[in-house]
């Protein structure tokens, strides 16, 4: 079965510093792969996808992701973090054969910003 | 231009009580999904439906019953809530299975 597993919690950053969230998976073959950010009391916004080709993608908001096929990851890197970035982060993989085209989700990372 | 909407935004209601979640979607798509974030933000979805016909069912109760009239709208019901059904039910749709998800801006129920 697939699965998305983010080792980090809770991560804490001071303003205009670089930020990299992990993300590894654990998939039969070549997976879809989501970032999606959750402001407070909001639904979730797509932040950049990977489908194929070029293994590092850029997204909304300035983030970027790397796949990294040898070691079953997809981080998620910011060069200078905003006060805005603040929400809860989810690594998501998908869809798989057999499974109908459902996304398995991480556990979610919560960035704070120290101003 | 609301993309996915769902409505209420928030439901508070006593157990045993049956409600029922709308969700709409103006972007298209065929396919609609239902997911369930608990307490500790862990994401979860509940159902799949393609061009109105259910594809995913993860095991969830049968007092959950989804219902999609087209493909443009996918409601909720459940009957004789539980204390444990207090969740947040996000709505999503997508344009074909495989891509990316358009999420809706979440119910927040609340069973007391």
């Known amino acids: 079965a697939q699965s998305v597993t983010q080792p980090d919690i809770h991560i804490t950053v001071s303003e205009g510093a670089s930020l990299e969230l992990r993300c590894n998976y654990s998939?039969?073959?070549?997976?879809?792969l989501f970032w999606y950010v959750q402001s407070p009391g909001q639904g979730l916004q797509l932040l950049l996808k990977?489908?194929?080709?070029?293994?590092l993608v850029q997204g909304i908001k300035g983030f970027e992701a790397e796949f990294k096929r040898s070691q079953s990851s997809f981080n998620l890197r910011k060069p200078s973090v905003h006060w805005s970035d603040a929400a809860e982060y989810f690594c998501?993989?998908?869809?798989?054969?057999?499974?109908?085209?459902?996304?398995?989700f991480g556990t979610g990372t919560q960035l704070k910003v120290e101003l | 231009d609301t993309a996915v909407s769902q409505t209420p935004k928030y439901l508070v209601t006593q157990m045993g009580n049956d409600k029922s979640i709308k969700c709409e979607q103006n972007?298209?798509?065929?396919?609609m999904y239902w997911y369930k974030q608990d307490s500790k933000k862990f994401l979860k979805i509940m159902f799949s439906?393609?061009?109105?016909?259910?594809?995913i069912n993860e095991t969830v109760p049968n007092r959950f019953s989804p219902k999609s009239p087209d493909k443009a709208h996918l409601n909720l019901h459940i009957n004789s809530l539980e204390l444990g059904d207090s969740a947040v039910y996000f709505c999503?749709?997508?344009?074909?299975?495989?891509?990316?998800?358009?999420f809706g801006p979440g119910t927040r129920l609340t069973v007391l």
């Open positions: 998501a993989v998908g869809p798989f054969t057999g499974g109908g085209n459902k996304l398995t």
């Open positions: 998939y039969g073959a070549t997976p879809y």
């Open positions: 990977y489908f194929s080709g070029d293994t």
């Open positions: 439906y393609n061009n109105k016909e259910l594809i």
């Open positions: 999503a749709s997508s344009l074909a299975g495989w891509q990316e998800q358009f």
């Open positions: 972007l298209g798509h065929d396919t």
